[in-house]
C-alpha cells in the first residue's frame, strides 16, 4: 500500500521533470539509514516529498524530519504527499529559501541530506556542520554533477555550480574533523561522517 502510493508519487514526478532522488543514491542512504536509525534528519530540498517519505520508515521510534523547499507549487505537492502517507506528524516542510531558513535553525540533527541549489554547496556544508549532533552524517547528492566536476571542462555555463561543488568536496575530503567517502552512484553522492 504505502510502496503502491510511493511509486506514484515518483511516475509523477519523473512525468512532471521533477528531479528526485534516483534509485542507487536512495538504496545506499537508505542502508545507512537503517544501520544509525536516526532520531532527526534535516533535508535540504524537499520538491514533492519523495525523499523525506522514503526515509522516514528508517527513522527512531519518535524520529522526525524537517525538510526545507522553497518552491510554492512543489510545497502544495509535498503537503497532499505527506498528508496521503499519513506522515505530516512526521516530516515538517520549512518553507522558504534554505539560504534564509537555515541560520535561524537551532534544533541538532544526526543527519542532514543536502539535495537543494548546487552553488549553494558550501554554505550548506557549513551550516550542516553547525546543525549536526557529534557522529552525525552529511549526504551530498548530485556532487560529480554529470561529470562536471572531475572534469577538466569548466567552460560550461554551469560553472559556478561545479565550482561550488568543488569546493564542498575539499572542504570534506581536506578537514581532518570528517571522513568523506565520494560515491559513483546516481549523480554522485558524498557521505561524510563528522567527527
Ligand atoms: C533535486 S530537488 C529535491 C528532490 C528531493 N530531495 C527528492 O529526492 O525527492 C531540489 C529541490 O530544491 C529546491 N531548492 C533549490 N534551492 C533551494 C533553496 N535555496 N532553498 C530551498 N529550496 C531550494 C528546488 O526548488 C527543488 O525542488
Not at 532527526?40 to 519518535?62: N, P, Q
Not at 560515491?183 to 561522517?193: F, H, K, M, T
Amino acid at each position: 500500500m504505502m510502496q503502491d502510493k510511493l511509486e506514484q508519487i515518483k511516475k509523477k514526478a519523473l512525468e512532471d521533470h521533477i528531479p528526485i532522488i534516483m534509485d542507487d543514491t536512495l538504496e545506499v542512504i537508505a542502508n545507512i539509514l537503517e544501520e544509525n536509525k536516526p532520531h532527526k534528519i534535516l533535508e535540504i530540498g524537499t520538491a514533492v516529498g519523495y525523499s523525506a517519505i522514503c526515509f522516514a520508515k528508517y527513522l527512531a521510534e519518535d524520529g522526525k524530519i524537517d525538510t526545507i523547499e522553497r518552491d510554492k507549487e512543489r510545497i502544495i505537492e509535498a503537503h497532499k504527499n505527506i498528508k496521503d502517507l499519513g506522515l505530516q506528524d512526521i516530516i515538517h516542510i520549512y518553507e522558504g529559501d534554505a539560504v534564509e531558513i537555515l541560520p535561524s535553525l537551532e534544533e541538532k540533527y544526526d543527519m542532514v541530506f543536502i539535495d537543494a541549489a548546487k552553488g549553494k554547496y558550501p554554505f550548506f556544508l557549513n551550516q550542516a556542520l553547525r546543525l549536526l549532533n557529534k557522529n552525525g552524517i552529511i549526504f551530498a547528492d548530485n556532487i560529480l554533477y554529470k561529470g562536471y566536476v572531475m572534469s577538466d571542462y569548466n567552460k560550461h555555463k554551469q560553472r559556478t555550480a561545479v565550482r561550488n561543488l568543488r569546493e564542498y568536496i575539499k572542504e570534506v575530503t581536506e578537514n581532518p574533523n570528517i571522513e568523506t567517502e565520494i560515491l559513483e552512484v546516481g549523480d554522485g553522492l558524498a557521505v561524510s561522517r563528522v567527527k
